[in-house]
Structures are given as C-alpha cells and as structure tokens.
C-alpha cells in the first residue's frame, strides 16, 4: 500500500527521500554548518518527521480532498512516537534526543490544547496497525519487531507518563539547556522540508568567490589593478566578526565581499535603491553578460517583484516559471548572497512561529551591515541583539560604515559581542579635502543657490529634510530658471521614482550644468558626484553622507565653498521636531548643530571622524540636556523588550507589522488613479477573477504578474499617518488578498 505525504499523490517515502536529498547537498555545499551529531541528529529528523501521516485518517483526508477529519490529531505527534530512542540513546545525549523530539512534534505550527493523554495514546495505537504494511526499508529504517516493542513501551512510559522527552502540555523556553539544538534542528528540518515540498533547491549549486570575480573584472579593466590596505585587512579577519571605518569611495562593498569569502551571505542595506544599486553592481562585475547571477545572487525586500521583473526582462528570459523559482529561491534563502533590508533577515529577533529556520540559516553565514548609524533607535536594537543571536549560533558579522558613534560601539559591547575592530578609520590620503563649508545659522532659502548658479558652470545638489520643504525650493526656483531644476524624492509613484534615479545619475555621470532637489533618498542610495550641496542640517550622521555626494571621488581646491549646510537658526530646519514626529531624533539634531556652529572652510575626513567620536559619546548623550538619554534608553528598552518576548512565539505577520510600523503604506495617489483609471479597472477585474479561481492558464500566469507589477508601478510609500491619521484615504479596492489605497484628491 502506498501511503501518501501529499494530496498531490506524491508518497511518504518519497516525499522522505527528496529531503534527504537536500539534506546530502547542504552537507556537501557547508559541512561545517553542523557537527557530526548534528547531521546524524538531522538525518534522523528528516526521515521521521512525517511518518505520523500513514494513520488512516490522515490518509482517508488527502483521498477524500477534506482539510481536517473528526477526532485527527496532528501527524507530527505520531511521528515521534516512532523514534527508536534506545538506538538513539546508544549515540546522542539527552539534551539532544529531547530537542530531536521537539523538533519533529513542533515542525508545524499546530495547537495541541484540546488533544488529551488518551486521546493521543489511543492514535497512537491505531498508527502502529499501519507499520507492518509500511516499507521502512526503503528509507534504510530496519523495524525489528522486538526493538519495536521495546520502543514503543519506552515511548508510552517516557513521553505520555513520564514527560521525559516531550511534553504534550509544554512548549520548549529559552532557558532550557536543550532550547539550542532544538532551534538549529527544527530550523533546518523546516528549510529542507519546505525545500522538498517546493520543489526547488535549498542551496544555489556550488560556491563561487564574489570578490575574485570583482578582481577579476577591474583587472580586464586596468591591469595595474591591487587590492587595497581595507581590502587587505578584511580577508585576513575573515574567520571574525568584525567592524570598520572607511571613507567614501575605498571599495567598502568589495572588502566586504573579500571578507565574506565563498560562504553564504546577506548583505543588509537600509533603502531599497541602495540594494538595487549593490544588486546591479555585483551582478555586472561578478557575472558581466553571463545569465547565472540568478543561481548565486539574490535581492530580497517587501515588494522586490518590480526589480526581479526588470532583471528577467533585461535577460530576455521572461519566462514565468523561472520568475516564480527565482522569487521563491530568494525568500527561502536559497542563493549563496542575498542583498536585503533589515526586515526580511532581522525579523526573528521577535521569536515568531516559524524563526527556527531563519537562525538556521544564518548559524552558518556571514552578515553584512552597511551604515549601522542610518537605523532609528528600534532598528538599531534589532540589529544589535539580532547579531547576538547570530554570534550564539555560529554566524559571523561585518559591520561597515563611513562613521560610527561611539555609543553604537558601547552598546555592542554592552551586549557582549565579539569581533575584531580596525584600530583606525581607513583613509584614502590623496582624497582628504573634498569639501569647503559654511553654515548658515537661518533656514534653507534659493538666494546662494541663485548666485551660484548664475556663477558657475557646475551642476548643484540641494537635499532637504521633507518633501513639502523640497516641493516648495523646486517651486521658487522653478520660477527663475525653468526646465533647469529637477526633483527627487520618496512620494513619486514607483515607475516615475526609477525613471527619476536614471535621469539623475545620466545628469550626474554627464556633468550637466542644472540643479537637482532631493530628500533623504538621496543620502546612501545613489552613487552621485555634484559640484555644490545645499541641504538642511538634519544630524551629523545625515549630513555626511550627503556632503558624500558632492565632490565625491576629487579634491576640491576652489576659492567658493562648495558645501552650505542651513541649521536652522532660532528655528528648526524642516521636519525636525522637539516632541511628535521628527526625520530625526531632536537631541541628536542639538547635538549636531552645536558641533558644527563654528566650522567656516575645510572639513577633513579625518574632522568629520573626530567630530562623530566627539559628539555622539554614551557620556555626552546622557548628560544632554536635549537629549534627555531617550535615543540610547530606547535602544535598551527594545532589547529588553526582545529578550522578554523570547518565548511567545507570536504570528508571523504580526512581526511583519511592527517591522512595517517605523516604514509606510504603499498607496496610490487619486491624480494617478484618474489618469489610469479604465486601464487600471481592467486589471483589476482580470486579478480577482484569477484569485477567485478563474483564468489559470499559463497565459494567464503571465497577465497575473505582469498586471500585478502595473498596479506596483503606480503606487507610492506613504507614512502610516498620513494615511490613516489625517484620514487622507479616498477609497480602498480590493485585489485578491491585499488592498490597494487611493489617496484622496
């Protein structure tokens, strides 16, 4: 008789065997990801985990299309009451065999509340009826009919009497000594499980090393082409975590990637188009016209289908299957690098149903941070206490950036973390003048950047703090100079947002003479060299990284300044608050504005260093009166917060949303949807007539996500409030499982 895993048709035993199959490639991509034991304890995972589902009544549901049948407990649950625990006592300890158990009895997320003692002894009666009919041979699991006796007295005795390896009553806390190899078994088992269920691979064939692909790259570009002295220091750290300062422009990404070796990697990223610049870079200097990135390299973000579409299409390989293998491989974490934001790596630190097998994973990775200092005090917590986690399981960490506070350094240390710290910031000695200051101590108006403008004949940047501040500099400069002012910020509609990235690198790459206004977007995710900035002092961190799009790969030797910071003067510069919303936390606004009051000429990158070690100390911070120890004690209270919630094991989606909370809402303004409106009612007809069961061709898996890309193209990230608080919503239409929310006039 053939019992069935799947309602698909495919078998227990087949369905075993392709886990072992991905059990045998993860071994042999990364075979120090486990000890000996643990691969043995992993294999013994895999081959029970759903031998539970030969009872008759999870069989007689999946022969009769039902979701559940009266009286059916969950399968794992008779899954280990067949583990051979005196054979697993001759090899492993009790810790080990308890969370091999676990492992099994929770790989899903099932409620055993209403399952009582006998009504589980009793099931597991009737199961043992089914093995003589079962081919355990075939899965080389020898039945000895008085081991099996002997087993199955052992489990009754140990499990339903004694609780001495599961608990039906009772959830695994962190504080148990076996709370470890549990997460790791469980985590594994569910990856390789949802692997083989899926059907694709649960590891990128083979391992490549990114950064001799780099090398490989400048090298046929300029022969003369060495790694640098970061470079350098990176690879021979590369058995550490560590952390590092580096300028602008040393090649931070490529050390990094020296770093990360031929292990598997994520690359964390705060802006979206920041990750789609790294994703761009990296696949064109690695894989140059070759169509194989997509077998080691992936890009992973909330709503990344728009950047996948374009990658398949510029490979004219738009085929669907292929699409949907790619999109499922980079959320199952398949490839050896993935490029992400925070939310999609560091979302376990909540502990929700199901985190076991992200920390798997990232047991046997390395991390990449870029510019730690950009997160808000919630993230930064994520990130710290979710790197710890990372260091407990196995996992290494590099953290990268152009500036580190040093109260970033004292809370990393205060979590105990272990790394390697380069004792100096790396510094590119040629490149050490760039920028030429003035502040201004009154808010940000066009009267300099007319007379600059009319001046010379160079292109300016100005980056302001909000969009309505940038809206309103656009206008009062439009009057004057016409066509020759552009505009970018967060509130254009996804496909105006991408046409406006190209046309603002295009200007830069050209050296066109004009100005372009900005936001934050502007500060890490473009790679722009201007000739002039104008912006808005928001803190000293922000400020930095946008005077690194001004002169930023040259020396400037110029009579003017080339950079003009607006602090504000008795009032604050746009979006920046004392108490409610604020772009960024006030103290550290204060701090900043103090520290810079009396900087006229030369900002070295060596001052710019001195000045963040200067001003953002835990000791200056706390003193503060500003401040008031809010940003740091917020760090704190986070952690706490997470490390009190270890064992709640909350909904997923719920975790989704606290990460979405400190993020926006994707939105459609109701301008957009009145000039699309006939086209975008066709669409979405179609789509619910495909959700509702209708329209399942191939064809019409093509229209699906081509439509639902459409709808994306069109839509915008909108603050939370600013939707739901000022009531800014004109209507909401239904599309499948989500909405889509049209912005009122």
């Known amino acids: 008789m053939k019992y069935l895993a799947k309602s698909s048709g495919e078998t227990i035993v087949d369905h075993t065997k392709e886990l072992l199959k991905?059990?045998?490639?993860?071994?042999?991509?990364?075979?120090?990801?486990?000890?000996?034991?643990?691969?043995?304890?992993?294999?013994?995972?895999?081959?029970?985990?759903?031998?539970?589902?030969?009872?008759?009544?999870?069989?007689?549901?999946?022969?009769?299309?039902?979701?559940?049948?009266?009286?059916?407990?969950?399968?794992?649950?008779?899954?280990?009451?067949?583990?051979?625990?005196?054979?697993?006592?001759?090899?492993?300890?009790?810790?080990?065999?308890?969370?091999?158990?676990?492992?099994?009895?929770?790989?899903?997320?099932?409620?055993?509340?209403?399952?009582?003692?006998?009504?589980?002894?009793?099931?597991?009666?009737?199961?043992?009826?089914?093995?003589?009919?079962?081919?355990?041979?075939?899965?080389?699991?020898?039945?000895?009919?008085?081991?099996?006796?002997?087993?199955?007295?052992?489990?009754?005795?140990?499990?339903?009497?004694?609780?001495e390896y599961f608990d039906l009553g009772a959830r695994l806390s962190s504080s148990d000594p076996e709370y470890g190899y549990f997460v790791i078994l469980k985590g594994f088992l569910n990856r390789i499980d949802y692997?083989?269920?899926?059907?694709?691979?649960?590891?990128?064939?083979?391992?490549?090393?990114?950064?001799?692909?780099?090398?490989?790259?400048?090298?046929?570009?300029?022969?003369?082409?060495?790694w640098n002295e970061l470079q350098k220091w990176t690879v021979k750290h590369n058995d550490d975590s560590i952390v590092f300062v580096a300028q602008t422009g040393m090649g931070k990404t490529e050390a990094a990637l020296r770093w990360a070796d031929n292990n598997k990697t994520f690359f964390v990223l705060p802006l979206r188009s920041a990750i789609n610049a790294i994703f761009d870079r990296v696949r064109t200097q690695a894989f140059g016209n070759k169509d194989e990135s997509n077998e080691y390299l992936s890009i992973l973000y909330s709503d990344m289908s728009n950047k996948v579409i374009d990658y398949f299409r510029e490979k004219n390989n738009v085929k669907i299957t292929k699409y949907k293998e790619y999109v499922e491989k980079s959320r199952q974490l398949s490839q050896q690098l993935t490029i992400s934001t925070i939310d999609q790596i560091f979302s376990f630190v909540y502990h929700y149903q199901g985190f076991e097998s992200k920390v798997a994973t990232l047991s046997y990775s390395k991390?990449?941070?870029?510019?730690?200092?950009?997160?808000?005090?919630?993230?930064?917590?994520?990130?710290?206490?979710?790197?710890?986690?990372?260091?407990?399981?196995?996992?290494?960490?590099?953290?990268?950036?152009?500036?580190?506070?040093?109260?970033?350094?004292?809370?990393?240390?205060?979590?105990?973390?272990?790394?390697?710290?380069?004792?100096?910031?790396?510094?590119?000695?040629?490149?050490?003048?760039?920028?030429?200051?003035?502040?201004?101590?009154?808010?940000?108006?066009?009267?300099?950047?007319?007379?600059?403008?009319?001046?010379?004949?160079?292109?300016?940047?100005?980056?302001?703090?909000?969009?309505?501040?940038?809206?309103?500099?656009?206008?009062?400069?439009?009057?004057?100079?016409?066509?020759?002012?552009?505009?970018?910020?967060?509130?254009f509609i996804a496909?105006?947002?991408?046409?406006?990235?190209?046309?603002?690198?295009?200007?830069?790459?050209?050296?066109?003479?004009?100005?372009?206004?900005?936001?934050?977007?502007?500060?890490?995710?473009?790679?722009?060299?201007?000739?002039?900035?104008?912006?808005?002092?928001?803190?000293?961190?922000?400020?930095?990284q946008r005077m690194g799009r001004c002169y930023r790969r040259r020396n400037y030797d110029g009579d003017e300044y080339n950079v003009y910071v607006y602090d504000g003067g008795e009032r604050n510069p746009s979006g920046i608050h004392g108490g409610g919303r604020t772009v960024v936390h006030y103290g550290m606004y204060k701090l900043s504005k103090h520290a810079i009051n009396n900087i006229d000429g030369y900002l070295s990158e060596e001052e710019k260093i001195y000045l963040i070690n200067n001003v953002y100390t835990t000791e200056k911070i706390k003193k503060s009166d500003v401040a008031n120890d809010d940003y740091i004690?917020?760090?704190?209270?986070?952690?706490?917060?997470?490390?009190?919630?270890?064992?709640?094991?909350?909904?997923?989606?719920?975790?989704?949303?606290?990460?979405?909370?400190?993020?926006?809402?994707?939105?459609?303004?109701?301008?957009?949807?009145?000039?699309?409106?006939?086209?975008?009612?066709?669409?979405?007809?179609?789509?619910?007539?495909?959700?509702?069961?209708?329209?399942?061709?191939?064809?019409?898996?093509?229209?699906?996500?081509?439509?639902?890309?459409?709808?994306?193209q069109l839509t915008v990230a909108v603050p939370t409030y600013m939707v739901y608080e000022v009531k800014n919503i004109y209507k909401v239409i239904e599309v499948g499982k989500r909405n889509i929310i049209i912005l009122s006039k």
């Open 195 to 226: 692997a083989a269920s899926g059907g694709y691979d649960i590891e990128s064939h083979g391992r490549i090393n990114f950064a001799d692909r780099i090398k490989k790259y400048h090298k046929d570009k300029n022969d003369d082409f060495e």
């Open 495 to 544: 496909r105006d947002r991408k046409k406006k990235e190209i046309e603002i690198q295009k200007f830069s790459n050209d050296h066109l003479k004009g100005i372009w206004i900005g936001t934050q977007v502007i500060e890490a995710s473009l790679d722009i060299d201007f000739d002039f900035l104008f912006t808005e002092l928001s803190e000293l961190n922000g400020l930095f």
């Open 367 to 491: 991390v990449i941070v870029d510019e730690i200092q950009m997160y808000s005090p919630n993230l930064l917590a994520y990130i710290i206490y979710g790197l710890k986690i990372i260091q407990k399981y196995g996992g290494k960490f590099c953290i990268m950036t152009a500036t580190l506070a040093p109260f970033i350094v004292d809370l990393m240390d205060e979590m105990k973390l272990k790394y390697i710290s380069a004792k100096t910031p790396f510094l590119d000695e040629k490149l050490n003048y760039r920028h030429k200051v003035k502040v201004f101590h009154y808010e940000l108006n066009i009267d300099k950047v007319m007379e600059i403008y009319r001046k010379f004949d160079g292109n300016i940047l100005i980056v302001c703090n909000t969009v309505n501040k940038a809206m309103q500099v656009y206008d009062a400069l439009f009057e004057h100079i016409g066509n020759d002012v552009h505009m970018i910020h967060s509130r």
């Open 633 to 712: 004690d917020e760090v704190k209270n986070t952690i706490l917060y997470l490390k009190s919630g270890a064992d709640d094991a909350i909904d997923r989606r719920s975790v989704m949303k606290k990460f979405r909370n400190i993020d926006s809402i994707q939105c459609m303004p109701y301008s957009v949807y009145e000039g699309n409106r006939m086209s975008i009612k066709d669409k979405i007809f179609f789509l619910n007539d495909y959700y509702k069961g209708k329209n399942k061709s191939k064809d019409c898996l093509d229209k699906r996500i081509e439509y639902s890309n459409y709808l994306d």
């Open 22 to 163: 991905r059990l045998a490639i993860l071994k042999k991509l990364y075979p120090s990801a486990l000890e000996n034991d643990g691969w043995r304890l992993l294999e013994f995972a895999c081959k029970y985990h759903d031998l539970g589902k030969m009872n008759r009544k999870f069989q007689s549901k999946l022969l009769e299309g039902k979701s559940k049948i009266e009286g059916e407990i969950p399968h794992a649950l008779l899954s280990i009451s067949m583990l051979p625990f005196d054979v697993l006592e001759e090899e492993f300890d009790y810790e080990q065999i308890k969370a091999l158990t676990y492992s099994i009895a929770l790989h899903h997320a099932r409620d055993f509340s209403e399952i009582s003692e006998s009504n589980y002894d009793n099931e597991i009666e009737l199961v043992r009826k089914e093995e003589d009919k079962f081919p355990f041979y075939l899965l080389d699991l020898i039945r000895d009919s008085k081991l099996e006796k002997m087993a199955v007295g052992r489990f009754y005795e140990r499990i339903i009497v004694q609780n």
